[in-house]
């Protein structure tokens, strides 16, 4: 405490607070934050990747376990193999006409999620007032 803390005339001691030279807290939008690379903003940056790292991860998984397990279930199941179609052994008819179906469904379902995953990551970045948005 210095003298110049007390009022001369009715000796009472100001107190001040230390936090009143402190720079009042400004909101940063998440732009900024990512423009500037701070923690905040490669935390959302992060999140963007893991969402589409999550969706590659899911399609080759089922990549995997349909297309690979194709091969498997015809040696395994020899009656399969012996099958025909007009024709045409079972196996190669599964594979000229079950597969392309399935694989543009995966890869429709990919950019769908891949899609919305950035429209997410691009409403966070546009400024909005999310009271507002709810009532509407």
């Known amino acids: 405490m210095t003298e110049s803390d007390v009022d001369p005339r009715t000796g009472r001691v100001r107190i001040t607070s230390p936090l009143t030279t402190a720079s009042p807290h400004v909101r940063r939008t998440v732009q900024q934050e990512i423009d500037e690379s701070t923690g905040i903003g490669e935390v959302y940056v992060r999140s963007l990747v893991r969402s589409q790292l999550r969706a590659a991860l899911t399609v080759i998984t089922t ?50 999620q891949a899609d919305k995953s950035e429209r997410d990551f691009v409403a966070l970045l546009s400024p909005h007032d999310p009271y507002t948005e709810r009532q509407s």
């Open 63 to 112: 990549l995997m376990l349909t297309l690979g397990a194709l091969p498997i279930v015809f040696w395994l199941l020899e009656d399969l193999r012996e099958l025909s179609l007009l024709g045409i052994p079972l196996p190669w008819v599964v594979l000229a006409v079950a597969v392309d179906p399935g694989l543009f469904l995966l890869g429709w379902l990919y950019v769908r």
